[in-house]
């Protein structure tokens, strides 16, 4: 079941308190704390739409973005600037890198830090505040009690077996559901149909039973009042 969009958005908002706290405000209201938390949201999906684009434009391996496609979204987005046009740099021959310069003295300066001391809560082991948390909250560093949920490890179930069917499988099923869609028409007329219990059937498609109608009206054959 996909998760419902109000608990992304609190999962979020503690980061977005973390970075209010290591900037210097210590007090926010409910309403201000929200609209921030969603624009942060918003900001966030337009730089994955974004990588995902130039991911698929520059061609990537298996569409994994790269870090070249991670720089050109956070380029489009704005938040490598200042920056000369296009233009006058390749006029110039110079590249202009002064955004990216300071988005990097931003990620591994002291601002950053803080915000990352802050999110861990004196933590040196925990990699992220949930993670901080949990630990926090778990005397024997024993994650079991999350597994299968949101904050966990998923449960690994293995295999779905579909009982009763042709196929033993739903993975033996989508494979020959695909098969199916990219055979041509001189394939499909030497195929076999089989009914549902695997029978061999007539040399065509099994018929809706509605070519059987003519001119006919599909009312005359059924009791309507």
Known sequence: MTPPPFLFHSLLRPAVLQILRATGYHGAKTSV??????????????????TAVYAG??????????????????QHAGALL??????EQ??????????????????????????????????DEAD????????????????????????????EHGDVLVEGGEYPSIMTWEERM?????RTPDDEDGMDYRGMNGDKEDSRPPS????????????????LS
């Open 33 to 50: 704390l929200d609209s921030m938390t969603d624009l942060a949201a918003r900001y966030l999906f337009h730089l994955c739409k974004l």
């Open 82 to 87: 200042p920056e000369k046009p296009e233009e």
């Open 178 to 182: 695909r098969e199916a869609a990219e």
């Open 208 to 223: 809706s039973g509605l070519s059987s109608l003519g001119d006919r009206s599909i009312a005359d054959e059924m009791d």
């Open 90 to 123: 390749e006029y110039l021959g110079i590249e202009d890198t002064r955004g990216l310069d300071d988005f990097l003295a931003w990620a591994t300066g002291p601002m950053n830090k803080e915000i990352k001391r802050i999110a861990l809560d004196g933590s």
């Open 128 to 155: 992220d505040y949930l993670d901080a948390l949990k630990k926090k909250h778990s005397k024997n560093d024993d994650d079991s009690k999350y597994v299968g949920t949101l904050l966990g490890k998923s449960n």
């Open 57 to 74: 434009e520059n061609e990537s391996q298996d569409m994994t973005p790269t870090i070249v496609d991670v720089r050109m979204a956070l």
